[in-house]
Nanobody, 121 residues
């Protein structure tokens, strides 16, 4: 069984920084795209950042220049470095991996349960 677990959330003041981590475990053959989503109170889920298996990255306009996504393939882990945080960054951050499980030849999406990020003004 494949599981994704996030860590690193917390409470910070505006202008501060946090680093989120998401690690996958289980019977994994390979991991394709790694993504971070967030859901702010009263808003729809938003795609924050993506990193592909080739290392290409993409960011939502609202976080460009402030957030950096990276991956450590040996650890099955994706990171999200968040700098210059704003109150509007507040929300539950979830990771999503495209994973090929051992013994299967197709990619399936797996989600973590989320970690809370709160930015005070």
């Amino acid at each position: 069984q494949v599981q994704l677990v996030e860590s690193g959330g917390g409470l910070v003041q505006a202008g501060g920084s946090l680093r989120l981590s998401c690690t996958a475990s289980g019977s994994i053959s390979s991991i394709n795209d790694m993504r971070w989503f967030r859901r702010a109170p009263g808003k729809q889920r938003e795609l924050v950042a993506t990193i592909t298996s080739a290392g290409s990255t993409d960011y939502a306009d609202s976080v460009k220049g402030r957030f950096t996504i990276s991956r450590d393939n040996a650890k099955n882990t994706v990171y999200l470095q968040m700098n210059s945080l704003k109150p509007e960054d507040t929300g539950v951050y979830c990771c999503r991996f495209g994973i090929v499980a051992s013994g299967r030849g197709y990619t399936r999406d797996y989600w973590g349960r989320g970690t809370q990020v709160t930015v005070s003004s």
